[in-house]
């Protein structure tokens, strides 16, 4: 039987290897969600190496349409409990909207927004009803402005950043907390990933393990925003409500513009 149980998406790779790899030392078992098999089961040998933890790997893709539905319905056969989601898979993508390929952003949407919203409707009302349970969503710092060269990704983190408000609002008084960690730049394979190699936004980036701690016991905390960084902090809750937008994007675009 699986006991205080973290589901983690995007489980292979940078600040979801570390959120796993803090549970398993505080002793808790685990169900990694990633498209990587292969790699989800070298991970899954080092964390039950150095952990007396049980760990559970379901190698999706959660861009697929009935992937989170496969997730839900194994868990569920295997009497699994969830008692911490975290919805934390997620891509970005470089490039002026126009000219990048519809498919890649619509999967962007479908990963970074559909499926963190599936993942917490089904498994919400389940902790509802034991009253306890933790839901960390991943957004980012870039869910607080618009983000020319990469519109479709700051949208969907401003998606993910009011989507958690409001069902924080929700569901308070309630022994369930939902949370979203708003990181600025981290090292992790993001900045591959969405294009990004070489620019100079990643000089200064955080350690993922480090970033993730901060989010891991933020959410412990009950925290409903948590930043990785005070000056990023200071930035959105007191300077970026000041700033018009318009001017923020034109800031943002210089920032993330590779040449
Ligand atoms: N790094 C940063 O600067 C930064 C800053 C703010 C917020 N974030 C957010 O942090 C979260 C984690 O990203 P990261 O920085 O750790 O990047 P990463 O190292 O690229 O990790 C992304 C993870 O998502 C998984 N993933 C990607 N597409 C998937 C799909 N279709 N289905 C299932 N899993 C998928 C990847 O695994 P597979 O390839 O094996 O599927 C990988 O485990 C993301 O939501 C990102 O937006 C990152």
Known sequence: MMKNVALITGASSGLGKEFARIHASRGGDLVLVARREAELNVFKEELQGKNNVNVLILPFDLTAPDAVEKIVNEIDAKGIQVDMLINNAGFGGYGNFHERELNRELEMIRLNVEALTKLTHYLLPQMLKRNEGYILNVASVAGFMPG??????????????????????????????ISALCPGPVHTGFENAAGLGGGNLFKGAAKASKTALIGYNGMLRGKLLIFNQRSFQFLINWIAPLVPRKFLAKTVMKMQRLK
């Open 148 to 177: 020319p060269l990469q519109s479709v990704y700051f949208a969907t983190k401003a998606y993910v950043v009011s989507f958690t408000q409001g069902v924080a609002a929700e569901i308070s008084g309630s022994g369930v907390r």
